[in-house]
């Protein structure tokens, strides 16, 4: 099975830092174990004839089925089988895990997808991205992205050697690559991920030719250390059923004089070509598309919580609950809307490739920032006090007062035990460790949330909606006077 190789293929090497020790056999280490088996599970769908062409489509030249993050779609069809499967690996975790490879990879088959335009670019291009487009795909690869750079000192650019030295820069190239030194963040997945998606956002100039590239990097490359946040793991499911098994490792990267193959070397040394590879609509909608299916899921994850606090102390009678309760399920409608309108209005890219309405995918990432943190509000307002109110464990309702307990924590609708489990439910999305940091991604994993407000401005047609009112305007008399 497919899980089973994943997690063996785990044990090549790479050194990944944890509590400032590095950490051996990935796979059954507690931080790590309760996510990979949520993985392993993902990758194993794959094998299982009932759900395989839910996640997958099936690739005659290779007699095998991969997944549909793979799929370049020509058809309608294809791209909805796409959206099923992100919807799928989704569903099946709640919309929690949010780089489980289909998003990287998404971007690998975009640029994939349109390599004979890319090719301007670069004229080797083509060639390097189908090979790894293709082993990529039928080796089950792993894949996430690193493409911010480190927080030193946001008010100094390039300009300046302390920051240039530090963000990720080629130092030498040599006849096999080139060499590269510096550091990335936040590279989500980044302790089980096979490959590195490498870039910046940076605004680069001319000068910048060194820290201008795109890469994907080996996991175990020699000289890549990758250090880990603070493990929001928990062994006990019972008590915490997110954090057991959907913590998202979040990883800063070191990279100490480490060798990339040229293969693996898609742009380097032209700031324009890259910033133009990192902006291509072909790849950025397919990758983006998989973001907005994934929120759905997780907006209704939330709103099925409140809905079942609500109902378990008996206050969905109640006007101002129903209120809240009712918002969150606009927030999942408008979501799907806008899902339903990029799918509806794909239109093929110069190479006949369909791509989602980027338009309706970015608006969505937008209002996502500000509607995740609103529907956990909500959640936290239905239940209230409640949440600070149950038991250490569910294992309390065995001990010497089980029966104070079954009798004081009973709920309106359910048991006391099955209330105390969904309030443990509610608290590990949003009051654990976990939850606090569901928070914050979800306020910044597309980017600075203002920039891209403002950068749907800076593109939209505005005359399209400013000429009418200046046409109106100039048919307006005052006194027989025509306004001009």
Not at 181 to 210: E, N
Not at 241 to 248: G, I
Not at 444 to 466: H, Q, S
């Amino acid at each position: 099975m497919r899980g089973e190789t994943f997690l063996q293929s785990l044990n090549d090497g790479r050194t990944v830092w944890l509590d400032g020790k590095k950490v051996d056999h990935l796979p059954e280490h507690p931080a790590f174990k309760g996510t990979l088996q949520t993985i392993k599970s993902l990758f194993d769908m794959l094998d299982d004839p009932d759900q395989r062409d839910d996640v997958g489509y099936w690739v005659p030249e290779r007699g095998r089925y991969a997944h549909a993050s793979f799929l370049v779609p020509h058809t309608p069809e294809q791209l909805a089988k796409r959206s099923r499967s992100f919807s799928r690996w989704s569903a099946e975790t709640n919309g929690m895990m949010s780089r489980l490879s289909d998003y990287a990879r998404s971007l690998v088959t975009g640029w994939y997808a349109a390599r004979d335009e890319l090719s301007k670019l670069d004229p080797h291009f083509a060639h390097k991205i189908s090979a790894y487009y293709e082993q990529a795909r039928d080796r089950d690869l792993f894949l996430t992205t690193a493409i911010i750079d480190p927080q030193i000192d946001r008010s100094r650019n390039l300009d300046d050697e302390r920051i240039a030295e530090r963000f990720l820069h080629v130092v030498r190239e040599t006849e096999e690559g080139i060499v590269i030194r510096g550091a990335k963040m936040i590279a989500t997945g980044a302790p089980y991920t096979h490959d590195f998606v490498l870039s910046s956002f940076l605004q680069f100039k001319p000068q910048d030719r060194k820290h201008a590239h795109v890469l994907i990097v080996p996991a175990n490359s020699k000289g890549l250390h990758i250090v880990c946040r603070e493990s929001f793991a928990q062994p006990k499911e019972l008590n915490h059923p997110l954090s057991a098994k959907y913590d998202e490792m979040d990883a800063v990267l070191f990279f100490d004089d480490v060798l990339v193959p040229w293969e693996r070397v898609l742009l380097y040394g032209d700031p324009q070509k890259v910033l133009a590879l990192r902006a291509n609509k072909t790849a950025n909608s397919l990758a983006f598309h998989q973001n907005v299916v994934r929120y759905v899921a997780k907006l209704e994850f939330v709103t099925g919580i409140a809905f079942a606090v609500a109902e378990s102390i008996g206050t969905t009678g109640f006007l101002h609950i129903q209120e809240k309760l009712g918002e969150l399920l606009t927030q999942i409608e408008i979501m799907k809307a806008l899902v339903i309108a990029a799918e509806t209005e794909a239109k093929p890219d110069e190479s006949g490739v369909l791509v989602p309405a980027l338009s309706y995918i970015e608006t969505a990432r937008n209002i996502g920032t500000r509607f995740y943190p609103r529907a956990i509000e909500i959640l936290q307002q239905v239940g209230a006090g409640g949440f600070v109110q149950v038991p250490s464990s569910v294992e309390d309702f065995y001990g010497p007062i089980s029966e104070l307990m079954h009798r004081y924590y009973e709920g309106a609708t359910v048991s006391a035990e099955k209330k105390v489990q969904l309030f443990k439910l509610a608290w590990d999305l949003f009051g654990s460790p976990l939850g606090a940091r569901h928070q914050l991604y979800e306020r910044f994993y597309a980017g600075d949330p203002v920039r891209g407000y403002a950068n749907l401005y800076n593109a939209f047609d505005k005359e399209r909606l400013t000429e009418p009112i200046w046409n109106l305007l100039k048919e307006t008399s005052r006194g027989g006077l025509t306004i001009t």
